[in-house]
C-alpha cells in the first residue's frame, strides 16, 4: 500500500513543509510503512476481547467529606510581623 504523490503533497501542504522531491520520496516510504503496519493491526481479532481502561489495577481512595474548623482571620494574624486592615503588611516590592 503505497503513498501517492498526491497524497504526499497534500501531507506537505497540510504540514506546512516544503520537501524536496528526495525528501518527498523518503517520507512517503515511511509512511507506507507505518500504514502497512496499521493494516496488519486491523487484521486482529478483537471482538470477544473487552477494553482497556487502565493497565494500573488501582482504585480510586475516597474519604469521608468532613466538615472541620475553620481558623478565623484574627487568628491567622495574631502571629503576623506586620498587620494592616485585616491583612498581611508587606514591605513595597513595585515602586
Request: hydrophobic share 40%.
Amino acid at each position: 500500500m503505497g503513498t501517492s504523490n498526491e497524497e504526499m503533497i497534500a501531507l506537505e501542504k497540510m504540514a506546512k513543509l516544503d520537501l524536496s522531491e528526495t525528501e518527498r520520496d523518503w517520507l512517503a516510504q515511511k509512511i507506507s510503512f507505518l500504514k502497512d503496519s496499521f493494516q496488519d493491526i486491523l487484521t486482529i481479532d478483537t471482538k470477544d476481547i473487552a477494553p482497556l481502561i487502565s493497565v494500573v489495577d488501582m482504585k480510586n481512595v475516597f474519604r469521608e467529606d468532613i466538615a472541620k474548623k475553620m481558623v478565623s482571620r484574627s487568628e491567622i494574624l495574631e502571629n503576623a510581623p506586620e498587620k494592616n486592615g485585616g491583612y498581611f503588611q508587606v514591605p513595597q516590592t513595585i515602586e
